[in-house]
């Protein structure tokens, strides 16, 4: 998907809500337990419920590999209904936090992106800067693939490296400027975490037009209104990832209805906030 | 496996030659190709001919997950099969430098560690530095398990980041001090390149005990006489990895004796540099 179908896909549905599916079979609903893939199909229904909802959807892969070959059969399962059910109408993101040597990214590049290798293909996937440019480009020559580069993320941790100094330019900073060489706004966006919502605006004049991927809105404390404030710009440049306050709103029968409500409640906040904040015609 | 079952298996084989399973499809024998998993049936031949010879195998996950749930499949039996024929006589390592929030790095061990979950079960993971202590917590909590932290890549996007100065501290020698806290030498290794052995010197006055994994010797232009002058120590302190130079020595019908060769040569010359450079019985 290019930035344009993004941008087009965010102004239709008055939405920048990515939806994380980090599907834990110990929080799904007990009914769907005796299904041959409860994973896949708790996130078949929440897929059908938010589907008008949802900007993007971003499986972490942790959750899907912890259960080995059959976690990887739902993960292909979830992104293959999408592909095929919905083509064109959400953006996908792969959270795996890749990165290595280039030979070794080139693989990595074929599991995210190229169907017929491995049966997935998403449009994006996040990737660690640790290892520099040459562990990151093998992603990029994929057309209308992008990386989702990890600048300032939501956890504690981050603070053990990532605001490190150097020559007056913290490590998170050296991140997004180097970057600038690997890719463009077109295929390049940032991991930035909501927890951190006030340093948008110091991010916003390194990167005033790549999209932000930013997590850590509701249960890890992070508020969509400083992060709107701080971080949208004329096409948006954002997706919030929200995902245990959406996917686990309810156990019960209701989960997919219970998830589709809070989705929406996120939906409507963000189409007034792309209103009071946009200059263009979102 | 824990440090001193380590030891013990590296001064019986006099060897810390480690054989990454970086397997691509595209470079294995042809009469391989027929076969119903060839990837495994290449892999269980190269571990046959050089269990003897070789201190540790490193599957990189890339080159599996490249063939999505085959890929694993292949993965998986590669490792059980490890597991079963050869139980404790060699250290497992998945290269697969993963690192995430604390709650997904959680499910990530799962996927490493622990083999009723996910099917495999691997001596140690590498993961990546940049997310900072809880990315990394969660991998630690497994008993006798590994965490071998990304320092210094022997790529040459290793030079974007990890030689950024902080109050005059390179980012890899932080990562090196920092992450003291998080671990000891008995469950946390390091990677450092072997395209920067001069920096050997350095990285053992931080850490003088830990074990390193060095990649880049041979295909990548690393030197071994150099590697274990500045990284031998009393306990060897070493895992030095070969990957293409030993699994492609031969795309013929000999290929596993071929490998065993190149396996024997290195195996012969760290006998010897073990015997040169060591104060202990190894």
Redesign the interface.
């Given at each position: 998907m290019n930035r344009q179908d993004l941008i087009s896909l965010i102004r239709r549905k008055k939405s920048f809500l990515c939806i994380g599916l980090?599907t834990?079979i110990s929080k799904i609903p007990v009914h769907l337990k005796d299904l041959e893939d409860p994973i896949f199909e708790f996130n078949k229904a929440i897929i059908d419920a938010t589907i008008d909802l949802a900007a993007a959807y971003k499986p972490?892969f942790?959750?899907y590999?912890?259960?080995?070959?059959k976690?990887?059969?739902s993960l292909?399962k979830t992104i293959t209904y999408i592909n095929n059910t919905y083509p064109a109408q959400v953006f996908t993101i792969a959270d795996a936090?890749?990165?290595?040597?280039?030979n070794?990214?080139q693989?990595?590049a074929?599991?995210m992106f190229?169907k017929a290798?491995?049966?997935?293909e998403f449009d994006a996937v996040t990737v660690?800067?640790?290892?520099?440019?040459?562990?990151?480009k093998p992603f990029l020559s994929y057309p209308e693939k992008w990386i989702i580069v990890?600048a300032l993320?939501?956890?504690?941790?981050?603070?053990?490296?990532?605001f490190?100094?150097?020559q007056d330019t913290r490590?998170f900073e050296?991140?997004l400027i180097?970057s600038q060489k690997w890719g463009s706004s077109e295929n390049m966006m940032y991991v930035v975490g909501a927890t951190k919502a006030e340093m948008l605006a110091d991010i916003r004049e390194i990167v005033p037009d790549h999209f932000l991927l930013v997590p850590g809105v509701g249960a890890q404390g992070g508020s969509l209104q400083e992060v709107a404030k701080h971080g949208l710009t004329k096409d948006c440049g954002l997706l919030v990832n929200s995902s245990r306050n959406i996917i686990y709103a309810s156990n019960g029968a209701d989960f997919a209805e219970k998830a589709r409500e809070e989705a929406g409640k996120m939906q409507k906040e963000m189409s007034e906030l792309l209103i009071r904040h946009q200059t263009s015609d979102i």
């Open positions: 980090d834990d972490n942790a959750f590999e912890c259960y080995g070959i976690g990887w059969q292909t936090k890749r990165g290595d040597i280039g070794t990214s693989q990595y074929r599991a190229d290798s491995s049966g997935l660690a800067p640790y290892m520099g440019e040459d562990s990151v990890l993320t939501s956890n504690k941790g981050a603070e053990d490296f990532q490190l100094t150097s490590l050296q991140v180097r």
